[in-house]
């Protein structure tokens, strides 16, 4: 089940069966559900129940526009590209490049800053002295060759600033993080689309054009340039006119 998924329909298979497996059909794409087992032995009292599990659904591309994400739900555990990194349901998360002694240097979920809702994305940078390569990315996007992505983002302080660059992946690209992690080159298949340099510490919008992009793409938020020695770089956004978004990025139509 999700927040507003739910499957109730029992399954029954009798001891007879000889099945390993079952399918489940018609359940939603990139949702989470939580599972149990029964065993019923012919008297009430006989039944056993297993623990609560947890498993998730493929995710599939985002068709529906605007499309906006939060982050104000929790993060999942998410080896896809790094170990030991977190991200929103059907995103990736790659932590690259540099690495400090406690290995912080990542993208994660906090409730320090906001611009709107409680929650932001954050990368701490601080102490670095060398360059980093961490990525945030995007579920796959069915984009159409007029939309634009909103965002908004922030440095903590003036006297530590951070840097953002936004990259978009090639049509249907298959994530592949680097054999060395701390290999510093871009992930394969993305091209950068814009670079803000230094980060205001004041809450900025930030709007990209992607005409001309078609295909499921991806987006990435990358923390990858000078200055290496930020703090705290923050992402967090609500929309505007008609199409209004708590946190993060808003995708629509082009103007």
Known sequence: KSTDTEYNEPITISATD???SYTIEDLEAGTIYDYYVEIFCGEEDDTLQTAVKTFITACEAITEFPWTEGFEDDWLINTTLSDNVTAPLCWSNFSG??????NSCKWKQTKDYSNSGTSSATMYSDYATSSHNDWLITPKLALTG???IT???RSRTSSELDEISVWISDSDVTLTAPTNP?????????????NFGTIPAAWEEYIISLAGYSGNRQIAFVRKYAPYDG????????????SRI??????QKGK
Do not use: M, P, W
Request: proline residues 0%.
């Open 146 to 148: 007029n939309q634009q």
């Open 18 to 20: 000889d099945v390993l």
């Open 231 to 242: 703090y705290y770089l923050y992402r967090n956004n609500h929309g505007r006119g008609r």
């Open 151 to 153: 965002f908004y983002a």
């Open 182 to 194: 701390n290999d510093t080159s871009a992930l394969v298949g993305f091209t950068e689309i814009a």
């Open 246 to 251: 708590k946190l993060c990025c808003l995708l």
């Open 97 to 102: 490049g540099y690495v400090n002694s406690s």
